[in-house]
């Protein structure tokens, strides 16, 4: 199923060669900068990420996004900064702001620790009151995977072991529910969700998921996750849609995508940057993307990416990058498992083991997402 959206940007991208297209083709920019979600709410597909903008850069970098024409945040409770975004909403936003609150489309995620459904509500409400707001455009359950209730977002045993909770997502999405039956947000959705888990979840809903957010580039395409939530009429975010350069875990045997050769060729023949058209990539594959910034320059030209199409070569080239690497799933060096009855699952002792090996953190939970193949 193609959206209205997905129709506009085929018949609006060019197939012959590099363009930089300066008046409106056939269907206005205003529509190609939206994704139509299955609710009808329209959410600009280039949105301000702000997963690492530490304290004091993120309310700058909000106020920045805000002045040269972003009307998407993307905020987490676990970003652990959601007050000072408000604090930037706050100057912009509402009666008497440059602003109307219907202009904005914000987005928030239920983290692991709120899974059990008697703290969901509790938790939507802590981040409404930190953005300063009195909905949310759509929450989204951050993770499959609950942790041990509590106010530690990262419950640990004594052994640095994550502490999990057999709370199952399903219960958790019940309670999701009840958040848009009080008018406390407009959509629910996904984060980090597989195929099969997504399915799961419409199996049972109510109120659909309208998004699963992943992690997207093109060392990570996701070609077969976006095709089968197109089918489901779930859209698609991509959260480190650069390859998040920055993450605090990587390693120097890594690649970097914006250092790739290959971009940068592409980059030279547009005349713009290698993240623009990583970005205009994902614009044209209809995927929401969030990148993330406090530089007011990138943040600009993070948006300047509707004045040129990617032909179809292009476009099949940068997909051809594809190396099915995921850089968002922290890992550990484990070299023994043990079974804690405290907590109730097997988890892995953040030790190094004589080959050294790295394991993903959660991987013995039961609703870790990444053991299937999409």
Same mark, same amino acid.
Request: hydrophobic share 35%; aromatic share 8%; net charge neutral.
């Given at each position: 199923?193609?959206?209205?959206?997905?129709?506009?940007?085929?018949?609006?991208?060019?197939?012959?060669? !590099?363009?930089?297209?300066?008046?409106?083709?056939?269907?206005?920019?205003?529509?190609?900068r939206?994704?139509?979600?299955?609710?009808?709410?329209?959410?600009?597909?280039?949105?301000?990420?702000?997963?690492?903008?530490?304290?004091?850069?993120?309310?700058?970098? #909000?106020?920045?996004?805000?002045?040269?024409?972003?009307?998407?945040?993307?905020?987490?409770?676990?970003?652990?900064?959601?007050?000072?975004?408000?604090?930037?909403?706050?100057?912009r936003? =509402? !009666?008497?702001?440059?602003?109307?609150?219907?202009?904005?489309? #914000?987005?928030?995620?239920?983290?692991?620790?709120?899974?059990?459904?008697?703290?969901?509500?509790?938790?939507?409400?802590t981040?409404l009151?930190?953005?300063?707001?009195?909905?949310?455009?759509?929450?989204?359950?951050?993770?499959?995977?609950a942790f041990?209730?509590?106010?530690?977002?990262?419950p640990?045993?004594?052994?640095?072991?994550?502490?999990?909770?057999?709370?199952?997502?399903?219960?958790?999405?019940?309670?999701?529910e009840?958040?848009?039956?009080?008018?406390?947000?407009?959509?629910?959705?996904?984060?980090?969700?597989?195929?099969?888990?997504?399915?799961?979840?419409?199996?049972?809903?109510?109120?659909?998921?309208?998004?699963?957010?992943?992690?997207?580039?093109?060392?990570?395409?996701?070609?077969?996750?976006?095709?089968?939530?197109?089918?489901?009429?779930v859209?698609?975010?991509?959260?480190?849609?650069?390859?998040?350069?920055?993450?605090?875990?990587?390693?120097?045997?890594?690649?970097?995508?914006?250092?790739?050769?290959?971009?940068?060729?592409?980059?030279?023949?547009?005349?713009?940057?290698?993240?623009?058209v990583?970005?205009?990539?994902?614009?044209?594959?209809?995927?929401?993307?969030?990148?993330?910034?406090?530089?007011?320059?990138?943040?600009?030209?993070?948006?300047?990416?509707?004045?040129?199409?990617?032909?179809?070569?292009?476009?099949?080239?940068?997909?051809s990058?594809?190396?099915?690497?995921?850089?968002?799933?922290?890992?550990?060096?484990?070299?023994?498992?043990v079974?804690?009855?405290?907590?109730?699952?097997?988890?892995?002792?953040?030790?190094?083991?004589?080959d =050294?090996?790295?394991?993903?953190?959660?991987?013995?939970?039961?609703?870790? !997402?990444?053991?299937?193949?999409?």
């Amino acid at each position: 199923m193609m959206s209205d959206f997905d129709l506009s940007l085929l018949k609006s991208r060019t197939t012959t060669g !590099p363009s930089t297209r300066t008046t409106p083709g056939p269907h206005s920019w205003n529509m190609s900068r939206f994704v139509t979600l299955s609710t009808g709410q329209k959410m600009p597909i280039v949105g301000l990420g702000t997963w690492k903008s530490g304290p004091g850069q993120v309310k700058q970098a #909000v106020l920045a996004a805000l002045d040269c024409g972003y009307r998407h945040i993307d905020c987490a409770a676990a970003y652990s900064n959601e007050l000072e975004v408000g604090e930037a909403l706050a100057l912009r936003v =509402g !009666p008497g702001k440059a602003l109307l609150r219907e202009e904005m489309f #914000v987005t928030s995620k239920l983290w692991n620790t709120k899974h059990d459904p008697e703290d969901v509500e509790e938790a939507c409400r802590t981040s409404l009151a930190h953005l300063g707001l009195s909905y949310l455009d759509l929450y989204l359950v951050h993770w499959p995977m609950a942790f041990q209730p509590g106010k530690e977002l990262m419950p640990r045993r004594d052994d640095g072991s994550i502490c999990y909770s057999d709370t199952h997502y399903r219960d958790t999405w019940t309670a999701m529910e009840s958040l848009v039956d009080k008018g406390l947000v407009r959509a629910i959705g996904l984060s980090n969700f597989s195929a099969r888990q997504t399915d799961d979840i419409i199996s049972v809903a109510r109120h659909k998921p309208v998004m699963n957010q992943v992690e997207c580039h093109p060392y990570l395409s996701q070609a077969d996750l976006l095709s089968h939530c197109r089918s489901v009429s779930v859209c698609v975010t991509a959260y480190s849609p650069l390859g998040s350069g920055d993450r605090p875990w990587a390693s120097p045997d890594q690649p970097s995508l914006l250092e790739d050769p290959r971009l940068a060729a592409i980059a030279q023949r547009y005349q713009k940057t290698p993240a623009q058209v990583i970005l205009r990539w994902h614009v044209q594959r209809a995927v929401v993307c969030i990148p993330k910034s406090v530089t007011p320059s990138r943040i600009q030209q993070n948006l300047q990416v509707f004045d040129f199409s990617l032909t179809d070569d292009d476009m099949k080239l940068i997909e051809s990058f594809n190396r099915n690497e995921r850089f968002i799933v922290p890992t550990v060096e484990a070299n023994k498992i043990v079974f804690n009855g405290t907590c109730g699952y097997i988890s892995v002792f953040p030790e190094r083991c004589r080959d =050294g090996k790295k394991v993903w953190r959660d991987a013995e939970h039961p609703h870790f !997402p990444f053991h299937d193949s999409y």
